[in-house]
């Protein structure tokens, strides 16, 4: 547990350190907003020298790993030195310290605030168990990585992927710390969504302070960020993937922004390059939307400095031109082309998004977004009213129709928490009492607490192993460490998709597409027990394929789990269907284990593995 | 500037937050029946009564009033009324603040299924769920000017089960298999007996086992001192009759217990 810790810490400490070695030298002092940067251009500069070692066909474990240890210590000795030499002056080093013991206080809310949602999230799902369904797939890039298979393109490192949404870089990052620490997959990713979590509630009281220079209406935003879970396609807080990974740094981009004094800083001409390089690289799509609303606050702000009258007539036309052009052109898009007709699984209707509002937030949205926009009339800084626009442009962008459209609620997870936040001070502002505020923020909490709960039992209600929601199970993870020490060479695992994808993440053992299996693969699943002969068995076996795999399999590690007869059971259309899986692992009964063994006695098949939710039987393909 | 309200003005806006709050807790989307695992299984109240399941074929089994019977007079009535409006069913998550106590007890794995019929006369039924263990309180109103003989209680149980009482008697058909498991599991011999009455076979034990081949988990029914069982292998029915119930404020109040044991399967092999 404690390696899965420190390596969960070093995902966000590394890139910092190498950030600061690099860029340190040309300060005079840091500040907390400085981390932000160190980061980001330090995972930018891990990921340039991962692309260059794989370009020279250089990317193998052994000398990645030598280089990150060599990094790792070259990155400690500069920041020492950096760091003395701003300890040197004097001026620095007291305001250095007055501001310390606030950061300390902001720090420790900010931490128990994030421990208080992630505990409400995660009642049921104790260490090591986990909800995040696409940790999956990403877990499986990164055993890619760390056994030395790296691309640009992730579709070139994982057949599971067979669209790139995003550049490898999420992957390395998270890559490295297990690279140097081997914490367990499991542990890792339960720890590290809590760090996430509490990085994106300190972006919300970043972006809530910088917008009003209140203190309180950065606790009173992070608190709504806190437990305000977005737990259908968007995600912004309790899973890290690469969109939620993007947002969350698309916040402090945005932040740091609307901190500058003068737009046309000497800073932000290499600041925002690096921001919207980093951000684009995280994931394409997000990436560009983040960029185009950065944009869009940097075109407000100048507007707003030239003709300051000019916002209330933008608050109401911009979000809505931008609803009217974009439901225009959604009506000439033909969906079933997108992604192989997924899109149109991810078009909502206005009454379906208004139930997902729901689900996440009851009614808050309307009853704190309204005072929310009343008070960008009130405010006098034209910072909360930018974020307020950018906020109602990301929400026309959703209701417009357009395919996948409510995953952009990512990045307004931020903007609208801080509508909402400004929906609560429209009424605090002139309570003069701090017993009174401070009681306003715990019964914020309180009521905000309640609607997360609410979702978390919502969402939860159909994911049940034993007492525990979880998309896998021990029993799993056990059978992934027995796979780890097997042989992987010219072996394919297979399963149904959910089994076989989260097996696929734990052993490292490759499979076809994981989750995203073709439909061969699927139509030889389904109608597994049906073969009459043992040579039509293989014969159709023989047919599945990795593409990238360099020599095609000779045995085939076939996993007989609980969800497996789950999955046969349902009808063709849905086993062909990606977006239905078997979304929690389920023991296998007795009847189960008396079909496998009749079969495995009828191929005359090995059993290599059995515990209490699977059996693995190994089939030689050269039969 | 900062405008400084008087405390009066300040108290009024806190009520303001009070009651933004409330509206929009109440436009909080929930379930109207959460499901709360219980053991290897997961109860839920459903519009026929309370339910408990597995995702497994032929797996979920049912307490339900439509089942449940009285006998008054010579004749038997089922606890609901036939045809009966569909306000004749009340469930929680009708109410704001009762739907909302349901899903926090549902979150904390306590909850309580709640589910009543109303014609031609109340009856509720409560079930409390621990971690595996289902107790099921049900509570019939007596109608005025009648006197039940005998209750039912019953509980639809599914194809392939196989029933034993806890002396080893087979209660239900039997599978053969399923029993050869138990017997090696428990070091009971399972008694065969071929009754007079074969299609409703008869048992004074306080204790049930019910065994699928295809469900992981063995489910036990602890029977209440007063009732007697009555196995239904026609109807698929588990029935604990209360012959001279006892009749207290005009209630008669029965209880039972379901208790999901540990999954005996895996250990034979």
Redesign the interface.
Known sequence: MILALVAACWFYIFPTLIGRAVIGWFKQKDSLKDFFLYFISGSLILYTLAIGLSVFRLFTPSLFYSILVILTGVSVIANGVISSLFITNKHHTHHHTLRTSNILIYSFILITISIISFVIWN??VPVPYGLNWDMFEHQTLINLIQQGTFSFKTSQISDTFQFDGYSSIFHLLNAIPQIIWHPEPARYWWIIQGLHLLSSVCASFYLGYVVTKRIIFGFIAAIIGAFSFESYVAYATLFLVPQTFTAVCFAYGLGMLLEQKELLAKRLVWILPVLFLFLFLNHYIIGSAAIVLLCTVVCLLVLFQRWPKSYRGIVILLPLITFGILTFFTRFIDLSAINGGEALQYVYTPQKLF?FM??F????L???GI?GIIFSFHEKDNKYRIVSIAGLLVLAVVVSGIPYALKFYVLGHYLIGIVMAG??WL???????KI?QC??LL?LTL?FS??L??????WK??I?Y???STHYSQAELDAATFLQAYDTQDVLLLSDPATQYSLEAFSGMNSQGGAYMNNNTRYIVGKLFRYPTTEELIQELQTIQDPLMSKSHQRILLVMS?RL??WI?LPEENQQDITINIWAP?????????DIEQFRNYHNFNKIY?N?DLIILEIPLTY | M????S?Y??IG??I???I??I?????????PD??V?L??F?ATTNPAGIAFY????HSSYLLSPYSDYVVIGDKSHSLIQENHPESAIERPGTTFPTN?VQ??Q????KATLRYASLLPTKTIYTGIIG?NTLSVVRTYYVQEHSQPTEIAATLQYSRDDVIVDDIGMLLSESDD??VK?YEQVTKKEVLRLTTINDRRRKSLSKSLFIL?????GIIQIKVSPSDYVIVDNEQKKIEFIDENPEIKEKTILTQYEIVILA?M??S??
């Open positions: 009642n049921d139930e729901q689900v937030f009851g009614n808050a309307i009853f704190l005072p929906g609560i009424f605090a502002k002139n309570i003069s009492s009174i009681c306003i019964f009521w309640i609607h709960l609410l979702n978390a039992v919502y209600n159909d049940h034993d007492s525990f609980g007869f789950q059971n389920a023991p296998l009964s007795y009847k189960q284990r008396n059995e209490r | 900062e405008i400084h309200l405390p003005k300040q806006r806190v303001v937050i009070l933004l709050a509206l929009s807790l109440m436009g909080q989307k929930t379930l959460p499901s695992p053991g290897q997961t597995q995702k497994q074929p909302m899903q926090i549902a979150y904390l794995g971690s298999e399923t498991v699928n081949r295809r469900t992981p999954d399967w895996g034979t092999l």
